[in-house]
């Protein structure tokens, strides 16, 4: 194989990997996220330790930082969040608090029991971006085709089970309607290029639809959650979904908060020093006159 062909499998396989598994059916949700949220980031860790350490590693951060950033103090972090039977280097003992956030799941069985280890969430943020995870942990819905019995409109086949259902509840597909179709974006089946190369720009109802409908169109779904399923209401699972995003957002890049802090004194600074250097020069001209 020559070089070039070489780099263009490469290229594909970069794409491939981009693409694989992440295709998404929906619209993502709006989300900013916030560092001075102190008690959201503070439930978000909580969250996250009770319903996903056991499966995810962050293994680039440590309890001890995490605390100290979140405001929560070593002896409540330590008999709350840092639990006793979670995996340790060897031979490491001492204050536990240092520890780095370590699954104790084993990697090989994980393997066994969900195809891939779930992989470590320390830069899922950076990847991903905060607004694609909350909106991942609010779209599952029940399908029995799936292992778990649960697929996902973000991450469409996810290997993860749905570890919030008994706080969201059980989320169903429930149809509402058709969706909208585009004329001019060709989207939806109206633009469709045949095998020889050549568009045809519309599909009779004839070729796809059961002859009611000339145009082809998507369908619009919304989630419903079976009635007394679930321990949160709606709006207090979409505040813990908005929490374990914006504390993964911080995990990203932990020092975010201290460089913004640090750029405003460093602004005031500035403008200390620019009230400085024009009283000086005023000082100065005036000998000249
Ligand atoms: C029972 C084990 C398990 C638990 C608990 C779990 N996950 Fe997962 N998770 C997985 C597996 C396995 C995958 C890989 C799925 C795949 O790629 O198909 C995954 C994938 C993910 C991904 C996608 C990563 C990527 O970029 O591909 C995110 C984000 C995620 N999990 C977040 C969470 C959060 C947040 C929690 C806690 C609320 C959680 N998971 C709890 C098993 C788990």
């Not at 995870?133 to 697929?151: A, E, H, I, S, T």
């Not at 179709?181 to 009779?204: H, P, Q, W, Y």
Request: hydrophobic share 40%; aromatic share 8%; proline share 6%.
């Amino acid at each position: 194989m020559t070089r070039v062909a070489l780099l263009g499998a490469g290229v594909a396989c970069v794409l491939a990997w981009g693409a694989g598994g992440a295709e998404s059916s929906v619209e993502l949700e709006p989300m900013e996220p916030n560092l001075r949220d102190l008690p959201s980031l503070q439930r978000g860790m909580t969250l996250y330790v009770n319903y996903c350490l056991g499966c995810h590693s962050l293994k680039f951060q440590r309890y001890e930082r995490t605390a100290d950033d979140l405001g929560i103090p070593h002896d409540v972090a330590l008999a709350n969040l840092v639990f006793p039977g979670r995996a340790r280097a060897e031979g490491r003992d001492g204050p536990a608090i240092g520890d780095l956030m370590h699954t104790a799941m084993p990697p090989e069985r994980a393997q066994q029991w969900f195809g891939k280890p779930p992989p470590d969430l320390t830069m899922v943020d950076r990847v991903r971006g905060t607004a694609w995870v909350y909106n991942m942990l609010k779209n599952f819905y029940v399908d029995p085709k799936r292992d778990f019995g649960f697929n996902n409109r973000v991450y469409e086949n996810i290997g993860m089970p749905h570890v919030l259902v008994g706080l969201q509840g059980v989320p169903r597909l429930k149809e509402t309607g058709l969706k909208a179709v585009d004329i001019l974006d060709g989207k939806d089946g109206l633009l469709r290029k045949r095998d020889g190369g050549e568009f045809v720009t519309s599909v009779t109802a004839s070729d796809e639809v059961g002859g009611e409908d000339p145009v082809i169109r998507g369908k619009r779904y919304v989630l419903e959650v079976d009635p007394g399923t679930a321990a949160m209401s709606p709006e207090e699972f979409d505040q813990a979904a908005y929490d374990i995003a914006n504390f993964l957002h911080y995990v990203g890049d932990p020092g975010r908060l201290d460089r913004q802090r640090l750029g405003l004194w460093v602004l005031g600074f500035l403008v200390g020093l620019f009230v400085l250097a024009t009283l000086l020069n005023r000082e100065y001209w005036k000998d000249v006159h």
